[in-house]
């Protein structure tokens, strides 16, 4: 009999590709041959995405892809937007099944991800209970949970023992960590003990769940100095009507705080745009206290209305005004991020070689390899950050 094939489509977050990662473990386990190419496959499954209206578009893309591969495989839908909109996804034609989020979770509990990529990214943690009041993916995501620190560290030093140099360990609010008595610090304390040469980098953390314990823990050298925390806005009153667990001039310290322990750190920070009721002058306090805070690049994301979620007693921004907001935060954003760069031209980093053409260092810049020598993907190595035009280039020191 001939071996069954499968291929995996993935949108959205670190987390959904760290899910994809373990899907692609499962089915290896369970003897399936996991293919890149579409017209291979006898099942192709789409992790899908919904946090913003583009990612929904996006994943649908990907769904209709599979669906109108010439082979007609089977096509199963899973991931934020099968769990949100069953109903609208099932009646894409071409659809085998959509699954619950509770369905995936099942299948892939308990299992590593496959080691596919350049750098190893490990689930340590999902679900929310914040309840950020324009956040979807934390309704379908269900209440926190960790996975024991036991398995982090089993599956961690078996990352390791596969040839990762860099692990990125996330979760759908990382920060919230919690095994027992273990927290994030914790946990990160029990890898860096067993972790030798290799590093660690933390997808996005939520600002209000970071502590001095944390802090001290991202002092050792082998946690990348690259931190992305979502601030949202700079309004006290916006982030009051989000639901926020912190205020402005609160993200301003941690900053401060990660700086102090980690100079050369590469900061960068989730920003909304036109949330309902956010005025010129609700703007303006967030386009100065921006332009203020020690960060190196942001994320801009015009807010995106999300079915079954209503913004209480605030009206929309007017799309042109968001359109307006949005180029002129992306605008700032690539200044910082150049002038951020900047400082590394000339200096000697570490970097995990990505494929024989990129690497990326510790610190977050990704470089594009001038080496005679041929360099393996996934080792570390020592490079010159080096400019080229735009582009930054990295040579063996
Ligand atoms: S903390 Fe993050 S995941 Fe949780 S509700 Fe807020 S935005 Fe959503």
């Known amino acids: 009999m001939e071996q069954p094939t499968a291929a995996i489509l993935t949108a959205g977050c670190r987390l959904n590709q760290s899910e994809s990662d373990a899907l692609r473990h499962r089915l ?45 495989p089977r096509v199963v839908v899973l991931g934020c937007l099968a769990e949100r909109a069953p109903e609208q996804v099932g009646q894409i034609a071409g659809i085998s099944e959509v699954w619950s989020n509770a369905k995936k979770q099942a299948l892939i509990a308990g299992i590593a991800p496959a080691p596919v990529r350049s750098r190893a990214i490990l689930k340590v943690q999902d679900g929310c209970d914040r309840g950020c009041s324009y956040c979807i993916v934390s309704r379908l995501r ?45 946990l990160l304390r029990n890898l860096l003990g067993v972790c030798r040469h290799a590093r660690i980098r933390l997808a996005s953390l939520e600002p209000d769940t970071l502590d001095d314990a944390f802090i001290a823990a991202i002092a050792d050298p082998r946690v990348c100095p690259h931190f992305h925390m979502p601030l949202q806005s700079g309004d006290d009153a916006v982030l009051a009507r989000m639901n926020r667990r912190y205020r402005a001039a609160d993200f301003g310290r941690l900053v401060e705080c990660i700086l102090k322990a980690r100079p050369d750190a590469n900061i960068g920070a989730d920003v909304i745009v036109g949330f309902p009721g956010e005025t010129e002058e609700s703007f303006d306090l967030t386009r100065r206290y921006i332009m203020a805070l020690p960060i190196d690049y942001l994320h801009v994301f015009p807010f995106s209305h999300r079915p079954g979620i209503e913004q209480p007693g605030a009206g929309p921004v007017r799309p042109q005004v968001v359109r307006e907001r949005v180029l002129e935060m992306r605008g700032f954003s690539e200044r910082r991020r150049r002038e951020y760069q900047g400082r590394f031209v000339g200096t000697a980093r570490l970097a995990v070689v990505e494929t024989t053409r990129t690497a990326l260092t510790d610190n977050y810049l990704r470089l594009k390899l001038l080496c005679a020598a041929r360099l393996e993907p996934r080792a570390l190595a020592s490079l010159r950050v080096g400019q080229d035009g735009t582009v930054l280039t990295g040579s063996p020191c």
């Open 142 to 186: 269900g209440e926190p949970t960790a996975v024991p620190a036991s398995r982090v560290c089993a599956q961690f030093e078996q990352l390791l023992a596969d040839g990762f140099c860099e692990v990125v360990l996330t979760g759908l609010n990382l920060g919230t960590y919690r095994d027992g008595e273990t927290t994030l610090a914790g």
């Open 28 to 72: 290896a386990l369970q003897g399936v041959a996991v293919v890149e190419s579409l017209a291979e496959a006898d099942t192709v499954y789409v992790n899908t995405c919904t946090v913003t209206g583009q990612a929904d578009r996006s994943s649908t893309q990907l769904i209709r892809r599979a669906c109108r591969a010439e082979n007609q």
